[in-house]
C-alpha cells in the first residue's frame, strides 16, 4: 500500500513538473494521414491573490544579452560609519530608476572592499546603453513639494509645484515606531537652515499635502498636522517595515552628496547569448544521453530504472528553475549540466553495494534495502562537503571576503539545487521504481 502510495506521488509531481517545465508558446505542426495538426505547447501563468508567476525561463545578461556596468560611488564627502548606508540608499535610487527604464530582470549589487564602494548594474536586453547609462549615473535629486493656493480637491501629483526645501536641506532619514501604535514610520532630521525652511513650509500647508519627489517621482505626500519646528519631523501612515526601509534607503540617497562614475561597462549581443543556450542545451541533452547510456550498459535493467530517475530529475529541476524563478546565466547552466553527472552518484554507491550484498547470497529485495541503508553515509558525506562548497561560492550573507559575483554565484545556485533534486531523484524516485520492480526480480 505505502509503495503505490509512494509511486502515485511520483507521478503526479512528475506530470505537474512536466506542465510547468513546458515551453511558453512553442508551435507544434506535424501531418498524419494526410491530415495537418497544429497546436501550441504552453506552460500555465500561475496566480494566487497578488502572487503571478509567468514560468517563462528567465535568462541572464550573457545569454539574454544587454548591458553590465560597475558604477564608482564617490564616499569623499562622507562619514565613514555612513558609508555602507549611503551605498545603500544610491543602490535604492538606482534600482527604481532601471525600474523607470523598463529593464526587465535588472540586478543593482553593492561591491565593498577596503575603501572601495561600487555598485554592479546588469541590464539584460536594453536597447540603448547609452541612454541607460545617463539615466543611472546621475546624482540623486530630491525636492519637497507644495500645491498651489488654487488647487482643488482633486488635485493630482502633477499639480505640486517645488518649494526652495532640497535633499541638500535634509541631514538623514531613519526608521523609527510609533510609541503609541508601534507602527513603523519614517523620522527626518533636517540641518539647521533646513529646518527653518521646513517650519515655514509646514506652517503654510496644515491641513495640506506636502508632496516628496525623487528624481521627479512622487515617493510620498503626507498631510501636514500642524506647523513643525525643531527641524524634525516623522511620516506615518499605514506602511509596513519594508516600505519605511525602502522610504528611508531613498529619501537617505537625496539627502547624501554620493555621485557616482561608471569603472567599467560591458555589452553583450543577444545573438552571442542565444548560441550560448544553443550549445548549452546541447552539452546538456548529450551530457544526459551519454550518462543514461552509461548506466544501462553497466548496470542493465536497474541502470534503466536510474535512467528514468535521470529524465524526473531534468524535468522537476527545470520546472523549479521556471517556478522559483532562477535567472540562468551561463556559469548557471555549466553547474546544471555539471549535476546532471553527480545526479547518479548515489545510484553507482547504491548499485555497487548491492552487487556485493548479492554476491553474498541476498535477494534481491535485501540486497535493494541494505544497498541503499549502507551507501547512505557515503552519499551523505560527499554531497554535504559539495553543498558546504556551493554555500561558499553564492555567498549568501555577501561577506566582503568571499566571492561577490553574480556568475559565480549562478554557477552555485544551480549546482545546489541540483544536487537536492538529485537527493530526492535518487533515495526516493529510484529506490520505489526499483521496489516495484523487484516483483520481475522475484
Known sequence: MKLKRNLFLIS?????????AAPKNYPVSFTIFNRNISFNISSPTLKLGNWTRDLELKLGLDLRGGTEVTLQADMSNIAEADRTDALDSVREVIARRVDMYGVAEATVKTITSGGDYRLSVAMPGIDNPDEA???????????????????????????????????????????SFNPESGDPEVSLQFSEEGGKKFEVLTEKNVGKP?????????????IVQTKITGGT????????LEQVKNMVLTLNAGA?????????????????????VKASLIAGG??????????????????????LGLIFYGVLTLALYKLIPITL?????????????????????????MKEETRKGGSFASSLELGFGKAWDAIKDANTATL??????YNPFDWSFLNSSGMVRGFALTLFLGILVSLFTGLFVTRNLLRAFIKGKS
Not at 509531481?13 to 510547468?20: H, Y
Request: net charge negative; glycine share 8%.
Open 133 to 175: 547609462l545617463a539615466l543611472i549615473g546621475s546624482t540623486a535629486k530630491l525636492d519637497f513639494r507644495e500645491l498651489p493656493k488654487s488647487a482643488t480637491d482633486s488635485a493630482t501629483y502633477a499639480d505640486f509645484v517645488s518649494t526652495d526645501l532640497t535633499g541638500s536641506d535634509l541631514k538623514r532619514a531613519t526608521v
Open 233 to 240: 519631523a516623522v511620516i506615518n501612515g499605514d506602511f509596513t
Open 256 to 276: 547624501l552628496p554620493v555621485s557616482v562614475s561608471v569603472l567599467k561597462q560591458q555589452n553583450v549581443a543577444p545573438s552571442l547569448g542565444e548560441g550560448s
Open 329 to 353: 546565466t551561463l556559469p548557471g547552466l555549466a553547474g546544471f549540466i555539471l549535476s546532471i553527472g553527480m545526479a547518479v552518484d548515489s545510484n553507482i554507491l547504491i548499485f555497487e553495494r
Open 12 to 20: 503526479l509531481i512528475f506530470a505537474i513538473s512536466l506542465v510547468l
Open 210 to 222: 506636502v508632496g516628496i519627489f525623487m528624481d521627479d517621482v512622487p515617493l510620498s505626500a503626507p
Open 286 to 307: 548529450v551530457g544526459l544521453v551519454l550518462v543514461a547510456l552509461f548506466m544501462i550498459l553497466n548496470y542493465g535493467s536497474l541502470g534503466f530504472m536510474a535512467s
Open 388 to 393: 558546504m562548497a556551493t554555500f561558499i561560492l
